[in-house]
Every structure is written in C-alpha cells, then in structure tokens.
C-alpha cells in the first residue's frame, strides 16, 4: 500500500535560516511526489513535483526538493525562510504501478518562521 | 476568476439535515475530486470523477453522494448529518487522471454540525 510519513508535526526556523521539511513515502514502483502548501483558512497550493530525471526539483516561493531514491525521502527545503513562508506543508504520493489518480497525503508539517 | 471555486464557504446546519456542496472549475481539467480535512488537518480522497465518470468512490457512507453534471462541475450531497460529518471538504481537479498531474485546490467548505 501507498503511505506517506512527515515525522515532524512542527518544524520552527528563524527568519534567514535554511529550513527542512522532511517527507519519506512507501510505494510499490517509482513513485511520483509532490509538496504542497496550505495557508491558514485556504486551499492547498501546488509547490513542486518529482517525475523523473534530475533529483533536486525547484519549485514556487523558492523552495527545492531532493528525491532520495535510497532512502525514499522527498524532503522540502528553502536555502533562507521567510516570515511569510510560515503554514502547513503536505507531501503527497502517487505510484505509477497502480492505473489510479489517488493521490495520498502525509499528516502535515506545520512551519513556523520567527522574525 | 477563482480557477477553482467552491460554495458556500462556510456551512453551519442541525444534525439529520441534507445539504450541498457544489465546485465549479474553469482550468478546462477532465479530472475532479472531492477531498476531506479532519480536525487535525489529516486529508483523505473521498470522490474522483473523470470527464463525468466516477473512477474513484473511497470508504465514504452512503449518505454522500457526488454528482457530475459536465466535467466543470462536482456537487457534493449529503444526506442525514451527523456529527462526525463535521471538517472542511475541499474541490480539487487535475488536468487529466494520469498520476503525474498536479491537483488544483478549492478554498474549502468548513461544514459544523451542530
């Protein structure tokens, strides 16, 4: 079965610093990988994908993800936070061994930046 | 010009009431889905419909039931409300069903039954 763990219910970063969200998956076949963002009282906001090839991805807001095949690990990353980065980031999954668009999502890593 | 619009925002309404939830998306998407958020934000796929067809009917009580009237437009119906219905339900729709194609969010329905 697909599964998706976010070890981390909060993650707090100082303005400025690096910042790392983790995300690890559990799929049958390659998996395809996503980030996403909800800010309070709002939808959830596409941020990045994984498909195939290079293994750092670059997506919206300045944010990366390196996929770690060997470690199935999709961790989010930002070289420096912003207050405003500050909201709920899900991983999420889909394999592409299964003919379905389910995609499953981790519990959530709430990120709080301090000024 | 909201790509993905649900209505209404909010929902407050008595135990064993019948109620609606209807998404509208104007991305030209065949694929849309009906998502719920729990209380400790934990999100699960209920619904997905592609061009009109239902692909995907999770564990979901039978008192909620989708309706696809074109492809633009998922309603969600529920019948006889109970507590436990209570969460926010998101509208999402994709470009197409294919597992690498990203999932575009509505703003969300908070229901409360009370």
């Known amino acids: 079965a697909q599964s998706v763990a976010q070890p981390e219910d909060q993650v707090n970063v100082a303005e400025g610093n690096p910042l790392t969200v983790k995300c690890t998956y559990s799929v049958s076949g390659n998996p395809y990988l996503f980030w996403y963002v909800q800010y309070p009282n709002r939808g959830l906001q596409f941020l990045l994908k994984y498909i195939t090839g290079d293994n750092l991805v670059k997506g919206s807001y300045g944010f990366e993800a390196e996929f770690n095949k060997s470690q199935t690990s999709f961790h989010l990353k930002k070289p420096s936070a912003l207050v405003s980065d500050s909201a709920l980031y899900f991983c999420a999954v889909r394999s592409r061994s299964y003919n379905t668009d389910k995609l499953i999502f981790g519990t959530g890593t709430r990120l709080q930046v301090f000024p | 010009d909201t790509a993905v619009s649900q209505t209404p925002k909010y929902l407050v309404t008595q135990m064993g009431n019948d109620k609606s939830i209807k998404c509208e998306q104007n991305l030209g998407h065949d694929t849309m889905y009906w998502y719920k958020q729990d209380s400790k934000k934990f999100l699960k796929i209920m619904f997905s419909?592609?061009?009109?067809?239902?692909?995907i009917n999770e564990t979901v009580p039978n008192r909620f039931s989708p309706k696809s009237p074109d492809k633009a437009h998922l309603n969600l119906h529920i019948n006889s409300l109970e507590l436990g219905d209570s969460a926010v339900y998101f509208c999402a729709s994709s470009q197409d069903n294919r597992p690498n194609t990203e999932a575009f969010f509505g703003q969300g329905t908070r229901l409360t039954v009370v």
């Open positions: 419909y592609n061009n009109k067809e239902l692909i």
